[in-house]
Each structure stands twice: as C-alpha cells, then as structure tokens.
C-alpha cells in the first residue's frame, strides 16, 4: 500500500526527495511556506512522474490528516511553525538524507565538521573513483543524495558531505565509515548554543557500532574526549603532534603509525593543496579511504593530483603581480583564518555578508603581520568594523557590490600582494549562495 508523504521544501532538495518518492511508488505532497510561488511552475517539474500536489502557505491540520511521513529540507528550521502543527499530529519527521539512506545500497562514508567538508568529500570521492567502478559523490557537496539513492547498488559506494541540518531529523542513518573533521561556533542563529551545535554534528555515529568506523580529528578537545565514548572504530588524525596511534604530521611528511609500525604517506611538499588545514583534510581523506579499502598505492596518486575545489582557496589570476583567490566556501571566521594563514604574503581581504551571530575577533587577530587592508560588503559590515576597530584594526573600506570591492582592492594591491575574498559570512541577502558569490569575484578580477 502506498504512503502519502508530505515533502517540506520546494527547492532543489525537496524536488530530488519527491522523485524519488515518486519513483517508489508513493504519493507527494509538496509543501513550502512561500504562497506566492507558482504551482503551476513546480507541478511541471514532475509531468507524467506521478501522484503530486503542491500546497503552499500555511499548514492546516486538515492538510495532513492522511500524511505518514515528512521529509524536510535542510534549509527550512525545525522552529518553522508548520512543524509544530506535524508533532501535534505525530507524523514523523525524516531529513533528505535519511530518505535517501532507507532506499540506498553498497558502501556509504559520511563527512561532516563545520569547515573542509567539501574538500574532503570530494578527495574521498576521486579517491574512490580510481578504485572503484560505482562511486555516487553527493550530499551538502551539490548533488542531493535522494536524486542518486536509486542507482546505487550492492557494490556501489557513495561519499556523502552532511550538514547539521541534515543530521537534525536522522533515525537509522549509518555509515560504514562517518568522519567529523573540526568543531566551531557557526549556524548558531539556527542551533542556538554550541553544545547542541555539537550534539547534532557528533549524532553521525549514533548508529554505528563496533562493525564502523569513525575518523576524528585530535586536535580538537571535543572530538578527542568524544572519541573515547563511542562504539565505532576510532581512528584520529593530527596536524599538530605525533600520534602513537593514527594519521599525523612529522615536518612536511604524512605519516601513520599503526600497531608499532610507521607508513609514509606523502610529503606535503607533493601536493597541489595550500595551508595546514588542506594537510588535515588530507589525513581524513586517507584515513576514510583505507577504512573504505582503497590500495594506499592509489590513494598517494590521486591526493597528489588532487586541486583545490571551486570556492575553497582556489586560485583565479594574476593581475598586475597581485594574486587573487576566491574563498567564498568561507562562510564563518574560523574557515576564513584557515584561508588567511594559507596566503603566502601581504593580503588584501574581502568579507562581510548575512549574520549567522557569529564572533569575530579571533579572526581579525589572525590579520597581524599579514592583512594589509580589508574591504567589508553585506549586512555584517559594520559589526565587523567594530570588531576590527577593539582590536586595533583600522584599514577598512566598505563597498556596496562585489565589482566596487574587487576594484578598491586592485587600487590598493602592490605587486607580490594578495588579494583574497574569504568572508567569514554567509551570501544570503547580497547573493543566493556561496557559488554565485564566488563566480561574480572571479568575473570581476578576470575583468580588471
């Protein structure tokens, strides 16, 4: 007998999460909160896919009464009010990517950590590519994972990035091999505090047991003592000191000491990835990739192959003897230290965005001796000024575009400069999201 199934969200998530619904069998409603989208414009989406109505506006309890699940998208909060009016009804509530997981097969890695999880992912995912002949790469990375759920196969493998959001509203979810890269304040409009910021990231494992593994980075106080309190296999990584047990650095060499013997992996000097925190990436994505059976022959060959991905550092020109990278992936203060501590030399910064309440003074004192100006944009801006201003930074400039700021950094760039656009905020109210953020900077630079 078929489910009902209410899906919460019209954009790209929840539109992958209904054809698979579809593709299943059951029945979709489509819910978003916005009443002026048009139902005519989504219902086309799914012509001759099958049984699907869309509902928009307010949530009635009249509207579920024959509803058996909801699946919401990770951008929609669970304090929205429709929420409210589903536990009163006690339907059950699943995340993208747990309806994903319930219909998915083969081998699944988990990535998540507030920042490198895109670049981990897709490491991992080239890694396995090279071994294996089925490899799905989705989740937070771009691709939903309901839109590859049913291609997998029993001996398919699929590396998943997943978000706080999405580990919000789990139930059964396990990976065979999860990974929690770092912890720090971000989305703390949405989570309220940092101890249930953290309960969500570290519920990845929540249903792995003995038969799992879970890859943790030892450097972090958090994630080492919750090592300790968990079923799954622990395998830690560490850029800052030995490890007796694990993935960790000895100079400019990746090693792994295991069980009294000692493996070179590769010396960073080989890789095309910048900074300490790509070296952390690194560890993790081995350290999946063996768990996950991958030959370490291969494993060296495609980390050293390996670019940085699209809005995370990544290199856009030279102009005039400036050079210009695009770090609009930073989206809170701690990813755009890591992109400040991987510039070479003097740095012009771009920054400021929408408010996720985050704190900024460790990043504006991570400038010292090294950012010789910055350039402030979105709803931020004058918070950040503030900070910067305690701190006793005062080389500010605002600018009221992307193209205003791009070109107030080429006036004050010298040759052998940087200039490196890593806001430390979200895109939302200036941009869509962070891609397009990053592809209008790198249109502007390639204009100058």
């Not at 209410?6 to 819910?31: C, F, H, M, P, Q």
């Not at 669970?78 to 536990?87: E, G, I, M, R």
């Not at 201003?389 to 005062?394: D, K, L, N, V, Y």
């Amino acid at each position: 007998m078929s489910q009902k199934i209410l899906v919460a969200g019209s954009g790209k998530s929840g539109v992958a999460a209904s054809r698979l619904i579809l593709k299943t069998g059951d029945e979709v409603i489509l819910y978003d909160s916005n009443d002026a989208i048009k139902k005519d414009e989504l219902l086309n989406q799914f012509k001759g896919e099958g049984a699907i109505r869309v509902l928009l506006g307010e949530l009635r309890k009249e509207d579920i009464k024959e509803v058996d699940l909801c699946i919401i998208s990770p951008g929609i909060s669970l304090d929205a009010p429709f929420v409210s009016v589903l536990k009163e009804a006690d339907i059950p509530i699943w995340s993208e990517i747990q309806l994903a997981y319930h219909h998915a097969r083969g081998k699944l890695a988990a990535i998540t950590g507030t920042n490198g999880k895109t670049t981990t992912t897709a490491l991992t995912g080239e890694i396995m590519k090279a071994y294996y002949d089925h490899v799905f790469v989705v989740g937070n990375i771009g691709i939903p994972y309901t839109e590859e759920a049913l291609k997998t196969t029993e001996d398919s493998v699929t590396v998943a990035e997943i978000s706080s959001f999405q580990l919000e509203t789990i139930t059964d979810f396990k990976p065979n091999v999860s990974a929690i890269l770092n912890i720090t304040p971000d989305h703390l409009n949405r989570h309220k505090t940092m101890d249930c910021y953290i309960k969500v990231k570290e519920s990845i494992t929540q249903n792995q047991g003995e038969q799992e593994c879970c890859i943790l980075n030892y450097d972090d106080p958090v994630l080492r003592e919750f090592g300790k309190t968990i079923k799954p296999k622990v395998v830690y990584f560490s850029s800052r000191g030995k490890l007796e047990e694990g993935y960790c650095m000895e100079g400019d060499l990746i090693v792994f000491n295991h069980l009294g013997k000692r493996q070179e992996i590769v010396s960073t000097g080989d890789l095309k990835l910048l900074g300490r925190h790509n070296h952390e990436n690194v560890m993790a994505a081995v350290a999946i990739s063996m768990e996950m059976g991958v030959p370490l022959d291969i494993i060296k060959k495609v980390i050293c192959e390996f670019k940085a991905v699209e809005h995370r550092i990544e290199f856009v020109a030279e102009k005039a003897g400036v050079k210009y990278y695009n770090d609009s992936k930073g989206t809170n203060p701690d990813a755009a230290i890591q992109a400040i501590k991987a510039m070479p030399g003097p740095t012009i910064v771009i920054a400021g965005g929408y408010d996720k309440n985050s704190e900024y003074d460790e990043w504006i004192e991570s400038f010292e001796g090294k950012v010789r100006y910055m350039v402030l944009l979105g709803q931020t801006r004058e918070k950040i000024a503030e900070c910067a201003a305690r701190h006793g930074f005062t080389n500010v400039m605002y600018a009221e575009d992307m193209q205003e700021a791009v070109s107030v950094c080429a006036s004050y760039a010298n040759s052998g400069d940087y200039v490196l656009l890593s806001p430390a905020c979200a895109s939302w109210g200036m941009f869509r999201c962070y891609e397009e953020r990053g592809d209008i900077f790198k249109e502007c630079v390639r204009n100058l």
